[in-house]
């Protein structure tokens, strides 16, 4: 699955795949993106249902279609989401189920959340985090790149298999303290990499290992082929067994257009 | 390194429950305040394991093959499997067939988040595989051998998947011979990604404290319980962190050993995959 649609201030291109073993069908994954006028810029969202709950693919597309098609950038957001908790208990309404998946269905479905708006004007990104999907800033400088920024998380050690997530049915959750929000600014050249949490791992870990790929990330990653090349190469080289997604963005300080490439 | 084989419905993961089903499991349990017979709590945490190991596969509107699971029955100078109704006489079966043919499904209320920031009392299915039951001796040795030969099967058929777990429940008192010994021949038992694991819930008629998986046997109250915490296997490095992440004390030397406490969390020490930090477990 490969999307590619840009401004000219940014190439976006989105590259995912399922779990080895998975069908297409149950890639639990999510990701959105849209222009945006007020203020000038983009917003991006990727999420990542918990393969432990149910309906959470259909969660984790409400959650990144919600953060695009809003305006807020801060923890508010997280604060009106009962359209889309509406929205989810009222595609399961009426289903017939049997025990196990009700009571299952019963307990949420539950993702993990990223979203990522940057403004055109200031050059200005704000991120908002809940749970283990990062974000990473690469500046082109240098023979490696550098990495300027992995939020929330910073270090390939800090990953878990039960990160606290976005519940699909947790209005009276406390979720403040869950919630990170990080802002940073771009220069000509930048790549920004939004990642669900196996992906993000692994290009941390081989960071850490000095053996870093944001190189390759920013001049050979072009096509769901060449995604696949990197993921079997991954799964050989420590890629936990996973959905992966990778939103790449590559900003260019230039004036914002409406420009499909 | 052993215990790192993913568990998928390609490479399931077994879990073999032994129950102890003689008649000393009619005497009164002393873990609880409720004057229950041991069989009874058995049977309860048996239904509940089998019923949360069903919910952690539903996936969506079906279920997955995570696991495959079987219950062999110990009593009367016999050992036999114990699944009744539709599953009568099969020892091991997939997870799904497992939640499709309970003895009964009963209905029971609960109050549940209304997905508003209420409260709301909800009628849930809860199903019964097993009823309590008690007759006879104590043959944990021959159910042991008989766990055995069923892992040894399992092994050879899945040889590069995460070994089986073997789960003990009695009240401790063998009567067919060394269980440790038996314990060791189980636990000989291996596929490439490691040895057969045994874990024992120990449900005794002793009053004391409940103990989860200990490192020692210092605090453990009787003979039949420091023989159960021996024959015992250690806690993988993973099933440590999950039992600490789950508010469990485990420490670098625990063992699979529970002591007159409800072993619920014992079926979340495998991972299949994110599991939200914020559901709570029942």
């Not at chain 1, 297409?24 to 945006?36: N, S």
């Not at chain 1, 870093?212 to 696949?228: I, V």
């Not at chain 2, 189980?186 to 200990?214: C, K, M």
């Amino acid at each position: 699955m490969n999307h590619a649609t840009a401004a000219n201030q940014c190439d976006i291109k989105v590259f995912c795949c399922p779990k080895s073993g998975n069908s297409v069908e149950e890639y639990e994954d999510a990701w959105a993106h849209r222009q945006t006028r007020t203020p000038a810029g983009l917003r991006v969202a990727v999420a990542d249902g918990a393969t432990e709950s149910s309906f959470a693919k259909l969660w984790a597309v409400l959650l990144a279609e919600s953060y695009v098609r809003t305006e807020l950038a801060g923890a508010e957001f997280f604060a009106r989401l009962q359209p889309a908790r509406r929205l989810w208990r009222r595609r399961l309404a009426g289903r017939p189920l049997p025990w196990f998946a009700s009571e299952k269905a019963g307990q949420g479905a539950f993702a993990a959340f990223l979203g990522l708006q940057i403004d055109a004007h200031t050059n200005r990104w704000t991120a908002l985090a809940v749970g283990d999907c990062c974000l990473m800033q690469v500046d082109d400088v240098g023979t490696g790149m550098r990495v300027l920024t992995a939020f929330p998380l910073q270090e390939s050690s800090q990953f878990t298999m039960s990160p606290y997530l976005i519940g699909s049915r947790s209005d009276g959750e406390p979720l403040h303290e869950r919630i990170h929000i990080s802002n940073g600014s771009l220069r000509d050249g930048d790549m920004l990499l939004l990642a669900t949490d196996a992906v993000a791992a692994w290009l941390l870990k081989q960071h850490e290992a000095g053996r870093p790929l944001w190189k390759w990330l920013y001049r050979k990653l072009r096509t769901p082929e060449s995604f696949a090349a990197m993921v079997a190469y991954g799964r050989t080289h420590g890629l936990r067994n996973d959905d992966f997604t990778l939103v790449r963005i590559i900003h260019h300080d230039s004036p914002v257009a409406a420009k499909e490439r | 390194m052993a215990y790192q084989a993913e568990i998928s419905r390609k490479n399931p993961g077994c879990f073999l429950f032994l129950v102890d089903q003689s008649e000393s499991m009619e005497d009164p349990f002393a873990g609880g305040d409720n004057g229950k017979k041991k069989a009874e709590e058995l049977a309860t945490i048996l239904n509940k394991l089998l019923h949360n190991l069903c919910i952690r596969c539903a996936k969506s509107d079906s279920i997955y093959d995570y696991f495959h699971v079987g219950v062999l029955g110990y009593s009367d100078e016999s050992c036999k499997p114990a699944l009744g109704g539709e599953l009568s006489g099969r020892s091991l079966v997939p997870i799904s067939e497992l939640a499709g043919k309970p003895l009964r499904i009963e209905e029971r209320t609960k109050q549940s988040d209304d997905g508003a920031g209420g409260v709301m009392d909800q009628t849930v299915k809860f199903p019964v595989w097993f009823d309590p039951y008690w007759k006879g001796g104590t043959p944990m040795c021959a159910a042991l051998k008989d766990a055995t030969k069923l892992v040894e099967t399992w092994c050879q058929e899945h040889p590069n998947g995460f070994p089986p777990i073997v789960i003990n429940i009695t009240d401790g008192e063998a009567t067919d011979g060394d269980l440790v010994a038996e314990a060791r021949k189980l636990t000989a038992v291996s596929g490439e990604d490691g040895s057969v694991l045994l874990f024992n819930i120990h449900l005794s008629s002793t009053a004391g404290p409940s103990i989860e998986l200990p490192g020692n046997a210092s605090k453990l109250p009787d003979q039949h319980a420091k023989a159960l915490f021996e024959a015992s296997s250690p806690l993988t490095p993973f099933m440590v962190a999950r039992a600490t992440e789950l508010g469990l004390p485990a420490g670098e030397n625990s063992r699979g050993f529970i002591f007159n406490a409800q072993p619920l969390h014992v079926i979340h020490f495998l991972d299949i995959g994110t599991r939200p930090a914020n559901v709570r477990l029942r």
